[in-house]
């Protein structure tokens, strides 16, 4: 289990400061998926690296398994198995199956103990036939199956996964997901995507983060009733303007086909149907706007590095 309480967490460099997390409580269980949604620059990136003991918090508590991420962190350590975007802990010249060994004696596993976790975790990632081969040959797919594969070296109780399933084709995160699912037996899974249909598949639970504070957390269906009544027409699209615009699912032949609140809705015309809203519905009523593309330590490449304490 994660707890965190009052988490906040301040970057600043040369000149400015961002808080990226302002007091956030969150909580993910033991046996389920719990999801962290929201758009760019939320902080969800943020909060996995605290948990996870790469950054440190500004303030606040954070907790797995009741032990404090900064005072415990070699503890902490040993309980969680992180797979994130930007990844420089794989070495390309190496094989599939020395990547994970490597990894392994990092974690103190005997040479034979940690050959034997990585040819099971290689299958089990569907990745059986491809040990042996350097993986600078590897897709961005297998890449990503590889990097969740050396997450579980350890058996950790409790993984973490940043937007596992970003970048890879439509086949392999299928795969993703139904490994993270058959993950969730057991242990504590923390996932963030920016896909809804696949937040919806999975999540048992979501927080949805925007600018650094929670602003709802619930099992997918209590997120979808709170978007309300909802309803889709098909209208001109020059009638659509400004913040309906955000409610627009595509437009066809200069008519648009708009799906949000009934009175919204209802504000353009009358010939509307009622419709269940979807999580991405949901998503689009409660977070709307995107949050700041703000990213000073971007222009500098690796900086995003600076802050993270060495593993
Ligand atoms: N090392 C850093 N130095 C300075 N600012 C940072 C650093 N890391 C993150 N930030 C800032 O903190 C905020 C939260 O960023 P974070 O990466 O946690 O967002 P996110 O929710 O993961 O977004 P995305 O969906 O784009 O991955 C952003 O404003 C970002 O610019
Ligand atoms: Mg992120």
């Known amino acids: 289990m994660i707890e965190t309480v009052e988490l906040t967490k301040v970057f600043r460099s040369r000149g400015w400061t961002i808080e990226a997390l302002k007091g956030v409580n969150f909580k993910a269980e033991r046996n389920k998926i719990t999801a962290l949604v929201g758009p760019n620059g939320a902080g969800k990136t943020t909060l996995i690296k605290i948990i996870s003991t790469l950054i440190l918090p500004t303030g606040g508590r954070a907790y797995v398994d ?20 930007s990844d420089r802990l794989m070495y390309y010249r190496l094989t599939g199956l020395e990547n994970l060994v490597f990894y392994g004696t990092l974690y103190n596993m005997g040479l034979r103990e940690a050959r034997e976790r990585a040819k099971e975790l290689l299958d089990t990632v569907g990745l059986g036939d491809w040990g042996d081969q350097p993986i600078m040959h590897y897709s961005t797919g297998m890449l990503r199956r590889l990097a969740i594969a050396r997450a579980l070296m350890h058996d950790p109780d409790v993984v973490l996964l940043d937007e596992p399933t970003l970048g890879i084709d439509t086949t392999s995160s299928r795969k993703v ?7 969730a037996a057991n242990r504590t899974i923390v996932l963030t995507s920016h896909l809804m249909k696949e937040i919806e598949e999975l999540a048992d639970s979501i927080f949805l983060i925007k600018s650094g504070q929670v602003i709802m957390n619930g099992t997918p269906a209590e997120i979808r009733s709170r978007a309300g009544h909802f309803a889709e027409a098909l209208v001109p699209a020059e009638i659509v303007k400004d ?32 419709v269940d809203p979807t999580l991405e519905d949901a998503y689009i009523l409660l977070v709307g706007e995107s949050g700041a593309d703000f990213r000073p330590y971007q222009m500098k490449r690796g900086g995003a590095w600076a802050h993270e304490r060495p593993f």
């Open 177 to 183: 997901r139904q490994l993270v699912r058959r993950l």
């Open 66 to 85: 009741g032990m404090d991420v900064v005072s415990q962190a070699k503890e902490v350590r040993q309980k969680i198995g992180l797979v994130t975007v």
């Open 243 to 274: 913040e309906m615009e955000k409610y627009v699912v595509k437009y066809e032949n200069g008519r648009a086909l708009i799906r949000g609140p009934e009175e919204k809705i209802a504000t353009l015309t009358g010939n509307y149907a009622a």
